[in-house]
């Protein structure tokens, strides 16, 4: 019998490996489908894992990606545009993901969950949230039943978040966004991928716009306080205001890989918490665990 896959666009990022690893857990055959694809090294015999190449701006290549799956999750990023190499927000985020949408559709794939983001608008002044906004129409225009999943901001080992916490901690003051008091919900990336996975399961679903967040709203000098506590370091927070990151950002756009963007500064200045009226953990049955319960394993993995 020819096995039911659930393939992975972007099974190879942090929030695609943490979902293999739920699918793997589950017993289901995944499918890793990247650029660069590559399999786990925590693969045991008898795993049901299979990776291919694939560029999601490659009609053929996804074709190929999705034959014979059951379900798919487009788990893929972009967060800094290269218009040279025909990276850009649209063609990631808005072609590339309904076209995924019509050809699962087209292969008779029951389940797609695509992962955008909170805080997706048309109107925002980010060229990477509006495009994150269109994506998730583009997709539900191509294939009416696809789940739409929203996280907030993730954390896990290896993080972007933490790390780079860790990071400014070793600075002797420790620059914020404005003043720190943008609000996020910081969510395990293990929790957001438990979730996909269920979601991505052939049970009925009531709702098909879920937002995940961990359970505490925590403003980004708290998230910061929670980081230096468990380094046992004290530093002074320095705010600073939005221009001078802006300013920044500007500088930095010239850089190949910028450790910060316009865009980032912009997902700053909003908080980033799960709205009314949507699905959330509480309709999956997850308890999603803390940032402060979280910390040790977290920070241990270096
Ligand atoms: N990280 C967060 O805090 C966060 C928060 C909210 C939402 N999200 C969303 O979660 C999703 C995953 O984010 P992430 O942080 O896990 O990303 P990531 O670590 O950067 O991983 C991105 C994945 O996408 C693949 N990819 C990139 N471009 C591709 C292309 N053209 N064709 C096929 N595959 C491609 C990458 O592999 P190759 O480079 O080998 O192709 C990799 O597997 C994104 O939609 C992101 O917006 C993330």
Redesign the pocket.
């Known amino acids: 019998m020819q096995e039911a896959f659930t393939t992975v666009?972007?099974?190879?990022?942090?929030?695609?490996r943490a979902m293999v690893r739920e699918l793997v857990e589950a017993g289901r055959p995944v499918r890793i489908?990247?650029?660069?694809?590559n399999l786990p090294d925590w693969l045991e015999a008898g795993d049901r894992v299979e990776a291919v190449a694939?560029?999601?701006?490659n009609e053929q290549q996804v074709a190929i990606a999705l034959q014979g799956s059951v379900a798919v999750i487009n788990?893929?990023?972009?967060?800094v545009e290269r218009p040279r190499a025909g990276?850009t927000f649209k063609a990631?985020h808005v072609t590339?993901a309904g076209q995924l949408a019509r050809l699962a559709r087209e292969e008779g794939v029951t389940r797609l969950v695509h992962?955008?983001?909170?805080g997706t608008s048309d109107a925002s002044p980010s060229a990477y949230v509006r495009a994150?906004s269109a994506g998730e129409r583009a997709v539900i225009d191509a294939l009416p039943k696809a789940v739409i999943l929203?996280?907030?901001?993730?954390f896990g080992p290896h993080?972007?978040?933490l790390t780079a916490l860790v990071r400014l901690a070793r600075l002797p003051a420790i620059p914020l966004f404005g003043r720190g008091d943008t609000r996020l919900q910081p969510v395990h990336v293990d929790d957001v991928a438990r979730a996909a996975v269920r979601l991505s399961d052939t049970r009925p679903l009531e709702r098909r716009l879920f937002e995940l967040g961990g359970p505490e709203v925590l403003r980004y000098r708290q998230i910061i306080a929670q980081v230096l506590a468990h380094l046992e370091c004290r530093r002074p927070l320095l705010p600073v205001p939005f221009l001078a990151w802006r300013l920044a950002a500007a500088l930095l756009a010239p850089l190949p890989s910028p450790p910060l963007t316009r865009d980032q500064v912009i997902l700053m200045q909003q908080d980033t918490i799960v709205g009314e009226g949507v699905g959330t953990f509480d309709d999956l049955g997850i308890v999603p665990r803390t940032l402060h319960d979280s910390l040790p394993t977290c920070l241990a993995a270096g």
């Open positions: 666009f972007g099974g190879t990022g942090f929030l695609g489908a990247a650029r660069r694809p694939c560029d999601l701006r788990a893929v990023s972009l967060y990276l990631i590339g992962v955008s983001g909170i994150r929203r996280p907030s901001v993730l993080d972007a978040l």
